[in-house]
T-cell receptor, first 116, second 115 residues
């Protein structure tokens, strides 16, 4: 157990629908990162939050949004889903100094989204 | 553009033989470089990192990586491969984005170790 919890583990939904993925970071970590992993695109950075505020944006579609709550858990909202959104979505967390001194990121086990 | 590249989609090696998984980077300034491993249906796990200092970095599970500034490379190595090393390996580099740092990953290299 890495300490980063993602729910649900699997999600199957239809095109056009909206889903919410949830992430609880490792205890004490203030930063949360969302990544999308697909066979053709590899591991793509979507968005980062730090202590409730958006810090960096990557290749995140406008149909996707995220937020980090006061208890530091984060949710990734995916709407108007398309077949191409089927992927593994990872959440990772880090403490402020982790990229310099420690393990970089700690990853959750991911949510596998299948859009049918 | 700043990035990291893994030129091989797959590496095949026999158990007991040495293995190398290649990574090259393109960043301005001093790079912070990482290797992660992903086993099936699992998240990424940290293997090792290079921040500064000795160019040969030792990590988990007997893996090591050599930072080569002149060749802008950070190849992952292991002297003797195990079947259990079969997994997807990612090289990553720290990039600054609007004053905050994030990790950018390569596309990954599948390592297959045959008995």
């Amino acid at each position: 157990d890495s300490g980063v919890t993602q729910t649900p583990k699997h999600l199957i939904t239809a095109t056009g629908q909206r889903v919410t993925l949830r992430c609880s970071p490792r205890s004490g970590d203030l930063s949360v990162y969302w990544y999308q992993q697909s066979l053709d695109q590899g591991l793509q950075f979507l968005i980062q939050y730090y202590n409730g505020e958006e810090r960096a944006k990557g290749n995140i579609l406008e149909r996707f949004s995220a937020q980090q709550f006061p208890d530091l858990h984060s949710e990734l909202n995916l709407s108007s889903l398309e077949l191409g959104d089927s992927a593994l979505y990872f959440c990772a967390s880090s403490a402020p100094r982790d990229l310099s001194s420690n393990y970089g990121y700690t990853f959750g086990s991911g949510t596998r989204l299948t859009v049918v | 553009a700043q990035s990291v590249a893994q030129p091989e989609d797959q590496v095949n090696v026999a158990e007991g033989n040495p293995l190398t998984v290649k990574c090259t980077y393109s960043v301005s300034g001093n790079p912070y470089l990482f290797w992660y491993v992903q086993y099936p249906n699992r998240g990424l796990q940290f293997l090792l990192k290079y921040i500064t200092g000795d160019n040969l970095v030792k990590g988990s599970y007997g893996f090591e990586a050599e930072f080569n500034k002149s060749q802008t490379s950070f190849h992952l190595k292991k002297p003797s491969a195990l079947v259990s090393d079969s997994a997807l390996y990612f090289c990553a580099v720290r990039l600054m984005n609007s004053g905050y740092s994030t990790l950018t990953f390569g596309k990954g290299t599948m390592l297959l170790v045959s008995p």
